[in-house]
C-alpha cells in the first residue's frame, strides 16, 4: 500500500486549502482513512476520519467546523478540505489507512497500518 499526499503550502491566515492523499495498493472505499498532523516538538494528533462506507465523519474538536473530510472512490483519493486556517494549524499532514474492518471509531495514531510521507502546510502572514 502506497499513500501519497499533496496540496500542501503556505497560506494566509483565514484562507484555504484541499489535501489530497492518493492510494495504490489498496481501495480507500473499503477501508477507514484518516489524517494526522504533527508540528515540530509535538506529537501527531488526530485531525480527521472517515468511515469505510463514507457515511460517517469525525474531525477533532480544534478542528470541527473548519475541516471536512471526503473520499472520491472512483480516484481511489481522500481529501482533507481546511478552511479558515490559523497559525496554530501549521504542522506537517499524514494520511493513514486502517486495515481493520472494525467500525469503531479509530483517533490514535496506533490504530493505523500504513501512513504517507506527509505534506507540510503553513499557515502565516
Known amino acids: 500500500v502506497q499513500l501519497v499526499e499533496s496540496g500542501g503550502g503556505l497560506v494566509q491566515p483565514g484562507g484555504s486549502l484541499r489535501l489530497s492523499c492518493v492510494a495504490s495498493g489498496r481501495t480507500v472505499s473499503n477501508f477507514r482513512m484518516g489524517w494526522f498532523r504533527q508540528a515540530p516538538g509535538k506529537e501527531r494528533e488526530f485531525v480527521a476520519t472517515?468511515?469505510?462506507?463514507?457515511?460517517?465523519?469525525y474531525c477533532a474538536g480544534s478542528v470541527k467546523g473548519r475541516f471536512t473530510i471526503s473520499r472520491d472512490g472512483a480516484k481511489n483519493t481522500v481529501y482533507l478540505q481546511m478552511n479558515s486556517l490559523k497559525p496554530e494549524d501549521t504542522a506537517a499532514y499524514y494520511c493513514?489507512?486502517?486495515?481493520?474492518?472494525?467500525?469503531?471509531?479509530?483517533?490514535?495514531?496506533?490504530?493505523?497500518?500504513?501512513w504517507g510521507q506527509g505534506t507540510q502546510v503553513t499557515v502565516s502572514s
Open positions: 472517515i468511515s469505510r462506507t463514507g457515511d460517517n465523519t
Open positions: 493513514a489507512l486502517r486495515t481493520s474492518l472494525s467500525v469503531v471509531l479509530a483517533v490514535r495514531s496506533s490504530e493505523y497500518d500504513y
